[in-house]
């Protein structure tokens, strides 16, 4: 019997850009991304004039909900999640565009307070980070948010501080400086800022913050695709608002990693950015792919989180990925365990710090969705599935090495061209760290053969120039321990002792 999935679509209207999301939901409210579709009708644009949304900004944007309906469509999508934000929040026209939006492209929107828009991208953000300690800073399309474990608003954004003082002939640095100056003030008027806890970490959230994201990438010919997570150093930081506030529109539009739509308000974007670091002495930034939408999708998928965020949020993630390539759960759960029975056991032998565990169980977990593309060299495939998914909770460094202990599990050593791609990242410690935990989880995957759980532990005595692995078993494990001591030699080579298992 085949089971149809829900699919829903998410729509996330805001002053300047119109977002949707195409989402599948799986077992126990795990979600992936299926398509989705991003367009600028920069609706807010003019609105600070008279609060009133323009007749030519309307039209875009519902032309641009046409093709979003159209898309849900094809995907015989019949739930749309579709709320709007700060240019819909605070147009006085608002009532008459939802009742043209719903009539023509069959879309009701709910209007999100400001409150709920924070508390949105908190859950969207809290949901899929593992930052004990975070303020968050968002700035939209006509609103910046300020979340540290409350929801916080200030009603002024990167479009209405560009118009702000885009008209008073003044140089892009001059409106750069005017912003900060502005955006200063305003924080000046929030008390509870200078009760955040020292320690917390800036967290970015937003179109801006993905460009700058892009930017700083490009800069350093960073390697790894992913957004989420990603740090943004201060000094790139720095070097960016300070180049793009010098430069003319066309100009900006030129550089690599800034999107056509926002090209524009980047700068004042950047200067209110560049205003909170210095009045709240943070550093750098790690940007979230996270905000609204993945709220919103918590929310709907996992009802739990209404109340309180999820506990393991690297657990979930991953949870995600084994159900969505439909890994064996049971050849999975036992893998991690016994790879993390080695991990303790031979201790003594590769002195590694417990972070290194949590790499261990994320290449132990996706060991083998490879053989999803094929089954010769599926480890490599594992390799390139993990550096490619987006796996929440796991800095890019720890995802690089996981990617590399799972490409490791198979007869042939790291593959160092490869490796040197990574180079600002790891070190020569962490490829010694790779080779020693790709034999731990070789061996952990040797044990499970069968698939069948027979080995229920492992107790290793080193004695000498010997590692001598106890098996406890439950049944015949003739074919698991043989395929264990078929990895002897390189046990050998990585950790200059002989194996025996008993």
């Known amino acids: 019997m085949v089971i149809e999935l829900e699919k829903i679509g998410i729509i996330d209207l805001g002053s300047n850009t119109a977002r949707l999301l195409i989402m599948q939901i799986m077992e126990d409210g795990h979600f992936v991304v299926l398509d989705q579709l991003k367009e600028t009708p920069r609706l807010g644009e003019g609105m600070e004039r008279d609060g009133f949304l323009k007749p030519v900004r309307i039209q875009a944007t519902i032309r641009t909900l046409k093709m979003f309906r159209k898309l849900c469509d094809s995907y015989g999508i019949e739930k749309i999640i579709a709320v709007a934000t700060a240019a819909v929040r605070h147009a006085k026209n608002q009532r008459s565009f939802l009742d043209e939006v719903a009539a023509t492209c069959g879309i009701k929107f709910r209007v999100l307070t400001a409150e709920e828009e924070a508390m949105y991208v908190y859950k969207g953000v809290i949901n899929t980070m593992d930052i004990p300690k975070g303020i968050i800073l968002e700035i939209g399309g006509g609103s910046t948010k300020i979340v540290f474990y409350n929801r916080r608003n200030l009603p002024f954004g990167s479009i209405t501080l560009t118009e702000l003082f885009a008209n008073d002939g003044l140089s892009t640095e001059e409106q750069a400086q005017k912003v900060e100056e502005f955006f200063t003030e305003q924080l000046t008027q929030i008390p509870w800022l200078k009760t955040v806890d020292p320690e917390a970490q800036l967290i970015g959230v937003g179109g801006s913050f993905r460009n700058i994201c892009r930017i700083s990438k490009i800069m350093r010919k960073y390697p790894v ?29 030129k550089i690599r990693g800034i999107s056509s739509g926002r090209a524009d308000i980047l700068p004042s974007a950047l200067a209110a950015i560049n205003a909170f670091k210095k009045y709240m002495n943070l550093g750098n930034i790690v940007i979230s792919a996270s905000g609204v939408r993945t709220g919103l999708m918590f929310n709907y998928a996992v009802p739990l989180t209404v109340d309180k965020p999820i506990t393991d949020v690297l657990g979930f993630s991953l949870n995600t990925l084994t159900q969505f390539f439909n890994c064996n759960r049971e050849h999975t759960d036992q893998v991690v365990n016994l790879s993390v029975q080695l991990f303790k056991q031979l201790r003594v032998l590769h002195k590694f710090p417990r972070q290194h565990l949590k790499i261990l169980k994320v290449a132990a977990t996706l ?33 690089v090495l996981a990617a590399f202990v799972a490409a490791n599990n198979s007869m042939e050593d790291v593959n160092l061209s490869e490796w040197q791609k990574y180079k600002d990242l790891v070190t020569e410690d962490d490829l010694e760290a790779v080779r020693k935990m790709g034999i731990m989880l070789r061996i952990a995957d040797a044990l499970d053969r069968s698939m069948g759980s027979i080995v229920k532990s492992i107790n290793c005595d080193i004695l000498g120039d010997s590692v001598i692995m106890k098996t406890e078993v439950e049944g015949d494990a003739a074919l698991e321990i043989n395929s264990a001591l078929n990895i002897g030699g390189d046990f050998r080579k990585v950790f200059k002792k002989n194996l025996e298992i008993l």
Do not use: Q
Request: proline share 0%; no cysteine; hydrophobic share 30%.
């Open 225 to 253: 695709r992913m957004i989420h997570n990603y740090v943004v150093h201060d000094v790139d930081f720095t070097h960016t608002y300070n180049l793009l506030k010098s430069l003319d529109l066309d100009k900006k539009k």
């Open 367 to 399: 060991h083998d969705v490879g053989t999803r593309i094929r089954y010769y060299g599926f480890e490599n495939n594992s390799g390139y599935i993990i550096l490619n998914s987006e796996i929440n909770g796991l800095s890019h460094r720890d995802l």
